[in-house]
């Protein structure tokens, strides 16, 4: 375990649906991130956020709006999805911005 | 930006053989280089990595060079075994500080397979 929890494990969600992925850490850290883990293709870097600021916006579609309430916690709400969203979600947290990141499991995310 | 080219993409050996994954990386400014290891429904774990005022770093059976001028790292793992097998990823990541954020560019990832 890492220290890093993501729920659900598994989301199966329709294109009109609007949904939430939640990511947890109680490791103290700072910063915390959203992946995309596709098939084929590398990790594509989502969002960034440090000390609850959002730092990083990578040029993702607005149906994809994360949210970090506080240090320990990053959600990511999804509405309006299309099937090639679907991906392995990951998120990560890091001690500082620039430091190792730890990853948590993933959302895998099937959009019908 | 940086673009990191991670090869192979599927590399199968017999137990005991040693692995090599190679990595090009196209931004000069990059100086930390990752590699992760993930496993089936797992998410990616950092095993090693290095900075560019090193060449050569070692952990047990794993090792890292980067050769800065060429702009290409790799990842060695000897004396592989079963549980080795997992896909691993390459990442590289400019000098960053304070509150600007390094973004880390992922290689497309090996998968490596151990044979018994």
């Known amino acids: 375990e890492t220290g890093v929890t993501q729920t659900p494990r598994h989301l199966v969600m329709g294109m009109t649906n609007k949904k939430s992925l939640k990511c947890e850490q109680h490791?103290?850290?700072?910063?915390m991130y959203w992946y995309k883990q596709s098939a084929k293709k590398p990790l594509e870097l989502m969002f960034v956020y440090s000390l609850e600021e959002r730092v990083e916006n990578n040029s993702v579609p607005s149906r994809f709006s994360p949210e970090c309430p506080n240090s320990s916690h990053l959600f990511l709400h999804l509405h309006t999805l299309q099937p090639e969203d679907s991906a392995l979600y990951l998120c990560?947290?890091?001690?500082?911005?620039?430091?190792?990141?730890?990853f948590g499991q993933g959302t895998r995310l099937t959009v019908v | 930006g940086e673009n990191v080219e991670q090869h192979p993409s599927t590399l199968s050996v017999q137990e005991g053989d040693s692995a090599v994954i190679k990595c090009t990386y196209s931004?000069?400014?990059?100086?930390?280089f990752p590699w992760y290891k993930q496993e089936l429904g797992k998410g990616p774990q950092l095993i090693i990595d290095i900075r560019s005022n090193v060449g050569e770093k070692k952990d047990q059976r794993i090792a890292v060079t980067l050769n800065k001028t060429a702009k290409h790292f790799s990842l060695h793992i000897t004396e592989t075994q079963p549980e080795d097998s997992a896909v691993y990823f390459c990442a590289a990541r400019p000098n960053a500080g304070g509150t600007s954020y390094g973004k880390l560019t992922f290689g497309q990832g090996t998968i490596l397979t151990v044979h018994p």
């Open positions: 990560a947290s890091s001690a500082q911005l620039n430091t190792e990141a730890f």
């Open positions: 490791l103290g850290h700072n910063a």
């Open positions: 931004d000069s400014a990059s100086n930390y």
